[in-house]
């Protein structure tokens, strides 16, 4: 399997571009770079961590997709508090990201369980 046939790193290819689109008007540069940092190291981490090849280092890849995509969604709640996003779509960014670390979770638990064999 590679990273391009999974879905989650679809989704977060998207959502990442979604992002830059969509916050090139925020004028919070610092909050705005994190946001797009934090999506961006989603995808690319998984891509790294398969390219590896080797399920512990897919695994720590994957670990750190996962810490990114719950950066993302704490990033996305200040932005939402400090009014810089329409509610239903800083919700909608926020769900997402919950749903990658739920999906990066279950990657995480098979790629360990086939080391473990």
């Known amino acids: 399997m590679t990273y391009e046939n999974l879905e989650v790193w679809k989704r977060s290819v998207e959502?990442?571009?979604?992002?830059?689109?969509?916050?090139?008007?925020v004028r919070d540069f610092g909050l705005r770079d994190q946001m797009t940092r934090s999506a961006l190291s989603i995808a690319s981490n998984?891509?790294?961590?398969?390219?590896?090849d080797t399920d512990p280092q897919i695994?720590?890849?994957?670990?750190?997709?996962?810490g990114s995509a719950g950066e993302l969604?704490?990033?996305?709640?200040?932005?939402?508090?400090?009014?810089?996003?329409?509610?239903?779509?800083?919700?909608?960014?926020?769900?997402?990201?919950?749903?990658?670390?739920?999906?990066?979770g279950?990657?995480?638990?098979?790629?360990q369980r086939k080391t473990s064999l």
Do not use: C, M
């Open 15 to 25: 959502l990442s571009a979604r992002l830059y689109r969509e916050t090139a008007s």
């Open 46 to 52: 998984i891509a790294e961590g398969y390219e590896r």
């Open 59 to 66: 695994v720590n890849f994957l670990r750190i997709s996962k």
């Open 73 to 104: 969604r704490t990033q996305i709640l200040i932005g939402r508090k400090a009014n810089y996003r329409d509610e239903v779509q800083a919700i909608a960014w926020e769900d997402e990201a919950r749903q990658f670390g739920a999906i990066l």
């Open 106 to 111: 279950s990657l995480i638990n098979r790629h």
